[in-house]
């Protein structure tokens, strides 16, 4: 009996797997339009020799900074909106992780304006680590500051492209995950983040894995629950994969026997 169901969760985890390669196109990188958007580069390394001002003060470079499995935001911090709309979003779901801050990862957040400051920093750190709305260690999560050569350096590095637009700047919204060598492991677009992607790319993070990952298997095959705040298994969706997948195999089943009743006929 055990050995049966191995079996079968061993079958699901397959369909899942297969299904989630399918559908992968909607978790494609969303492009860049009009100079602004994501370019994913999985696989290569932020310079580590950019050198930037980190909210105490000190100069240091991504060297001396990462140090773990890195979440890497990049945004500017008088941003009207959408910036401080992604700093209390991420505020948020760090609240909700597991992992431990400084042990098991730590968040760096870069400025793309040149002309912030210290100040500027400052006032975007206090005000996220108070939509943690739990304690958080404050240098588990830095602001940085740095010259137009090290954020130019970064953002080319992690495909993120911006345009200046007068006094701001027309940019998109996500985050980069690093391991702790600096290499690009995971991008999540948008502003809506659940603790699971997050955990789940940390992990992935901590060993260097690079590419389609078990959080997009775990997302198609899992719908989150909102009102009991759990993860539901979507049978529907397993249902439907599992049928097109059988379809097919009847399918290619009766071609190749086709074929075998043919070549039989002609001896």
Same mark, same amino acid.
């Given at each position: 009996?055990?050995?049966?169901?191995?079996?079968?969760?061993?079958?699901? &985890?397959?369909?899942?797997? !297969?299904?989630?390669?399918?559908?992968? *196109?909607?978790?494609?990188?969303?492009? %860049?339009?009009?100079?602004?958007?994501? $370019?994913?580069?999985? !696989?290569?390394?932020?310079?580590?020799?950019?050198?930037?001002?980190?909210?105490?003060?000190?100069?240091?470079?991504?060297?001396?900074?990462? *140090?773990?499995?890195?979440?890497?935001?990049?945004?500017?911090?008088?941003?009207?909106?959408?910036?401080?709309?992604?700093?209390?979003?991420?505020?948020?779901?760090?609240?909700?992780?597991?992992?431990?801050?400084?042990?098991?990862?730590?968040?760096?957040?870069?400025?793309?304006?040149?002309?912030?400051?210290?100040?500027?920093?400052?006032?975007?750190?206090?005000?996220?680590?108070?939509?943690?709305?739990?304690?958080?260690?404050?240098?588990?999560?830095?602001?940085?500051? !740095?010259?137009?050569?090290?954020?130019?350096?970064?953002? $080319?590095?992690?495909?993120?492209?911006?345009?200046?637009?007068?006094? +701001?700047? +027309?940019?998109?919204? !996500?985050?980069?995950?690093?391991?702790?060598?600096?290499?690009?492991?995971?991008?999540?677009?948008?502003?809506?983040? &659940?603790?699971?992607?997050?955990?789940?790319?940390?992990?992935?993070?901590?060993?260097?894995?690079?590419?389609?990952?078990?959080?997009?298997?775990?997302?198609?095959?899992?719908?989150?629950?909102?009102?009991? *705040? *759990?993860?539901?298994?979507?049978?529907?969706?397993?249902?439907?994969?599992?049928?097109?997948? %059988?379809?097919?195999?009847?399918?290619?089943?009766?071609?190749?026997?086709?074929?075998?009743?043919?070549?039989?006929?002609?001896?």
């Amino acid at each position: 009996m055990r050995r049966a169901r191995g079996l079968f969760m061993a079958a699901l &985890l397959l369909v899942c797997a !297969g299904s989630a390669a399918v559908w992968a *196109h909607e978790e494609a990188s969303p492009g %860049v339009w009009g100079g602004v958007g994501i $370019e994913e580069r999985l !696989g290569s390394f932020v310079p580590l020799d950019a050198g930037f001002v980190t909210d105490s003060g000190t100069p240091m470079t991504l060297r001396e900074l990462i *140090h773990g499995p890195t979440i890497l935001a990049l945004v500017y911090y008088r941003c009207p909106n959408a910036c401080d709309f992604l700093l209390t979003s991420m505020a948020g779901v760090i609240g909700r992780l597991s992992a431990v801050p400084v042990r098991d990862y730590q968040v760096v957040t870069m400025t793309i304006d040149d002309h912030e400051t210290l100040a500027d920093a400052l006032k975007a750190k206090r005000i996220s680590l108070e939509s943690i709305e739990a304690p958080f260690p404050p240098e588990a999560w830095q602001f940085l500051t !740095g010259n137009a050569e090290s954020i130019r350096k970064v953002a $080319e590095a992690v495909g993120f492209h911006y345009v200046r637009n007068g006094d +701001d700047f +027309d940019h998109p919204l !996500g985050l980069v995950i690093l391991s702790p060598q600096g290499k690009i492991v995971r991008y999540m677009t948008g502003t809506d983040f &659940l603790p699971v992607d997050l955990k789940m790319s940390l992990m992935e993070a901590s060993t260097g894995t690079v590419g389609p990952t078990i959080a997009r298997v775990m997302r198609f095959c899992f719908s989150y629950d909102p009102q009991n *705040h *759990h993860f539901v298994f979507n049978i529907l969706r397993i249902t439907a994969s599992f049928t097109l997948l %059988v379809a097919l195999a009847l399918v290619l089943y009766l071609i190749l026997a086709g074929r075998k009743r043919r070549t039989a006929g002609r001896v």
